[in-house]
């Protein structure tokens, strides 16, 4: 189980070490190219979603629980690059979702 940390605020977001590879590839591009969005979870023991600004100017660290790097699906990374362009955002799902309720833990 790894972890997301932004803006060195609160705890950690819980997040499967596959899930959050492919997350880095996507926030890492997006932010590579000075571009914004927001990213939105539900985490399984809350009631309700978290959603967050993500913005080149503030600070995110991904922690793998692994040291192994995991092998990304193409698929799944360009899912979660079209959903950071539209409104909502990118709503973390699972790997074979199309939508759905955001999962992490």
Do not use: C
Not at 6 to 12: E, I, T
Not at 75 to 104: C, K, M, V
């Amino acid at each position: 189980m790894g972890q997301l940390y932004y803006d060195h605020m609160g705890p950690a977001v819980d997040v499967d070490d596959r899930t959050l590879a492919h997350l880095k590839a996507v926030i890492t591009t997006k932010l590579r190219r000075s571009e914004s969005f927001t990213l939105s979870w539900q985490a399984p023991d809350r009631h309700g979603r978290t959603t967050v600004w993500i913005h080149p100017s503030i600070p995110v660290k991904f922690l793998f629980d692994g040291q192994e790097p995991t092998q990304l699906n193409r698929d799944w990374i360009q899912r979660l690059a079209d959903s950071a362009l539209e409104g909502r955002g990118i709503i973390l799902t699972g790997e074979h979702e199309d939508s759905g309720a955001p999962t992490a833990s």
